[in-house]
């Protein structure tokens, strides 16, 4: 079983739709989690980080349920520039180990 | 410019050649990182280290031997390489003392193993 799951996708929503992505991850011993975003064939850019009590930037929500071992995200009002693959991250706190999910892959058709 | 940088930035190689590749970064973080990328395996990390005298194996490190010349530069060389190394790389670096855990990524090296 891998550390971080996603799954793969793609999601093909309209424009304007809302969807979300959920991430499981596996170490209970986990303590920060991050969305990143990656367009094709580019570096991996950090989107936001995902704390306990759930955070928003503008469109985008992330929220962190620690029982059940999962992270989402959230957006709201999707647009054409939203088509990305979303990297889910999960990193134990004071260790270099960041385990990447293999990517989420979002298509928003016009 | 770019806060981290590759090179070079596409390469093809043939199979046992020595490769390096080379990452620089002017973001003054200490801790540098190497990772691959291929289709449905997501990110795996190669090396990594936290500072000039600090180097230490990631996930996947067989084949790879790593060089940290100074605190802004991070090679990474393919011995002999071969053609499961053909894969997108990704250099790193992240600066955990401020508290951050962002990861800055640089544009990638896309190597191909003939």
């Known amino acids: 079983r891998k550390e971080v799951e996603q799954d793969p996708g793609p999601f093909n929503v309209p424009e304007g739709a809302t969807v979300a992505f959920n991430c499981t991850y596996s170490?209970?011993?986990?303590?920060?989690f991050f969305w990143y975003r990656q367009d094709c064939r580019k570096e991996p850019k950090l989107l936001m980080s995902?704390?306990?009590s759930g955070n928003e930037d503008g469109r985008f929500t992330a929220q962190l349920n620690r029982a059940s071992q999962y992270i989402s995200l959230l957006i709201r009002d999707s647009k054409l520039s939203d088509s990305a693959t979303y990297l889910c991250?999960?990193?134990?706190?004071?260790?270099?180990?960041?385990?990447f999910g293999t990517g989420t892959r979002l298509k928003v058709l016009a | 410019d770019a806060d981290v940088t590759q090179t070079p930035r596409n390469r093809i190689t043939k199979t046992g050649k020595r490769i390096m590749l080379e990452c620089s970064q002017t973001?003054?973080?200490?801790?540098m990182y190497w990772y691959r990328q291929d289709p449905g395996l997501g990110l795996r990390l190669i090396y990594y280290?936290?500072?000039?005298?600090?180097?230490n194996k990631g996930e996947i490190s067989d084949g790879y031997s790593v060089s940290r010349q100074a605190q802004a530069k991070f090679s990474l060389s393919l011995e002999s390489a071969i053609p499961n190394q053909t894969a997108l790389y990704f250099c790193?670096?992240?600066?955990?003392?401020?508290?951050?855990?962002?990861?800055?990524f640089g544009p990638g090296t896309r190597l191909t193993v003939t």
């Open positions: 790193a670096t992240s600066d955990e003392g401020t508290g951050s855990y962002e990861q800055y």
């Open positions: 170490n209970s011993a986990s303590q920060s």
């Open positions: 995902v704390y306990s």
């Open positions: 991250v999960a990193s134990t706190s004071g260790t270099y180990k960041y385990i």
């Open positions: 973001k003054g973080h200490d801790r």
């Open positions: 280290s936290f500072d000039v005298k600090d180097i």
